[in-house]
């Protein structure tokens, strides 16, 4: 007759009871996931939100001392100046000042398409999977999660994709697989963007579109929202599409501050 050693018998007893702890809580991660499926990141993001806002803080040097902000801060507004006079030359500044003149015509300048909540961003790519972000706004700070997100001077990179009480996770319109209708260049040429990741896009026009690196991509709508530049167009006689590569006109990677749109029944009067 075979018996276990008792050694063996609290082993096999012991991988037992790790084998239905284990099922146990896959069970219940399933169970809490079906039911309750906003748990698990809004959880994490409570755990993971004073660490981003710690890390934030430190990016913009709010444990630096004061002298030392004053001095950059007094840089900083330097620079400021120096951007805004090259922006008003650029293409971008060139494009939206010739919407507004269009505008204008037709008594629509006057006229404020939506508004916008301003959040700082907590993380961006590089910290994150993707072309992402978490932004330190969400629902109780009016925005949707069928509001867009804009960069700087209006540019608009993402919408919100998840939405918290008090925090929102933003897909960038440069992320995989993501798409949008916008218009290329000053003939305003229809296509579809298709998000290739690191800021970048892809789309296709007809051969012969005279589409040009350094030409604007636009949202598409009546107010004319830069969207990217052009900085490549692949051409190959045999396809009646040429390949047009362009990307955001900002860096992602260093991006501090989003817009974000309100809906117009958050809106207040």
Request: glycine share 8%.
């Amino acid at each position: 007759m075979t018996y276990l050693r008792p050694h063996n018998y609290a082993r096999t007893k012991r991988n037992r009871l790790i084998a239905t702890v284990a099922i146990g809580v896959v069970v219940i991660i399933g169970l809490t996931q079906f039911f309750a499926p906003y748990f698990f990141p809004t959880f994490f993001t409570a755990l993971a939100r004073p660490f981003w806002r710690e890390e934030f803080a430190l990016e913009i040097g709010a444990f630096r001392p004061t002298s030392n902000i004053i001095a950059e801060n007094e840089s900083l507004k330097m620079e400021i100046a120096d951007l805004r006079m090259n922006y008003s030359s650029s293409s971008v500044a060139i494009l939206e000042s010739r919407y507004n003149d269009l505008l204008s015509m037709f008594g629509r300048a006057s006229t404020s398409p939506t508004q916008y909540k301003l959040g700082s961003v907590l993380a961006r790519p590089g910290a994150l999977p993707y072309d992402e972000l978490i932004i330190d706004i969400g629902q109780v700070d009016g925005i949707a999660s069928t509001s867009k997100v804009y960069a700087a001077e209006k540019v608009l990179i993402g919408h919100v994709k998840e939405l918290l009480a008090h925090s929102a996770k933003v897909i960038l319109y440069s992320s995989p697989r993501e798409t949008y209708d916008v218009l290329i260049g000053a003939k305003q040429i229809p296509a579809r963007s298709i998000g290739r990741g690191g800021g970048g896009y892809t789309a296709e026009v007809p051969h012969g579109s005279l589409v040009q690196v350094g030409d604007i991509v636009t949202d598409g709508t009546l107010y004319g929202r830069a969207f990217g530049v052009v900085v490549s167009v692949l051409t190959d006689p045999s396809n009646p599409f040429d390949t047009v590569l362009f990307a955001v006109p900002v860096n992602i990677y260093q991006i501090r501050f989003v817009l974000v749109d309100l809906p117009k029944s958050n809106i207040r009067r």
